[in-house]
């Protein structure tokens, strides 16, 4: 099979036919956006997405079979926007999203997450963060976040016996939200 060296965007969205992503995805070393939204019968994320090393945008909206995003998205060093939104599936974030140094943009909305990494703190260039209806507990280190200039959080969670309600992060910090 030959490829496009010098692809730079892939727009699948809406695929409904689309099966697995294939493994070749990482050959396309040029790639800068990749969304893969409203791709119902895709399957997993391959690891091969991490070694996307120009990418920069990557979109999974409506995506409800991607249960994870492989760790190996840590190495797309050069990534500033990542959409998960409404992955009905997907139950956590890997530790690796603190390696995206250049990430500016992270959304996660309406995906059931429970686990978000104390990682997420090493994301100094973060300008805004959506975690709307997710059901993990809220990440304290958010409040590491000082370049963050939008926040929106929504979280649901299940309050057993005496436990108590989750609480907001330390935000004094935050001085440009």
């Not at 990682?119 to 809220?138: F, M, N, T, V, Y």
Request: proline share 6%; with cysteine; glycine share 4%.
């Amino acid at each position: 099979m030959e490829f496009n060296h010098e692809l730079e965007i892939l727009m699948l969205r809406s695929s409904k036919e689309l099966k697995p992503v294939h493994l070749s995805i990482g050959k396309l070393k040029a790639l800068i956006f990749l969304d893969l939204s409203f791709c119902w019968n895709s399957m997993e994320l391959p690891r091969e997405v991490g070694k996307l090393e120009e990418l920069k945008e990557l979109h999974l909206e409506y995506s409800p079979i991607i249960t994870e995003i492989p760790t190996s998205i840590g190495s797309t060093r050069k990534l500033k926007k990542l959409t998960v939104n409404f992955c009905k599936s997907l139950k956590g974030i890997p530790n690796s999203i603190g390696d995206l140094q250049n990430l500016q943009h992270l959304s996660i909305e309406n995906s059931p997450v429970e686990i978000f990494p104390s990682a997420i703190g090493r994301l100094k260039k973060q300008r805004s963060l959506c975690l709307k209806c997710c059901k993990g507990e809220i990440p304290h280190e958010i409040s590491e976040l000082s370049s963050l200039r939008s926040l929106c959080l929504s979280i649901s969670t299940r309050i057993v016996g005496s436990q108590t309600s989750p609480s907001l992060p330390q935000l004094s910090y935050l001085i440009h939200l």
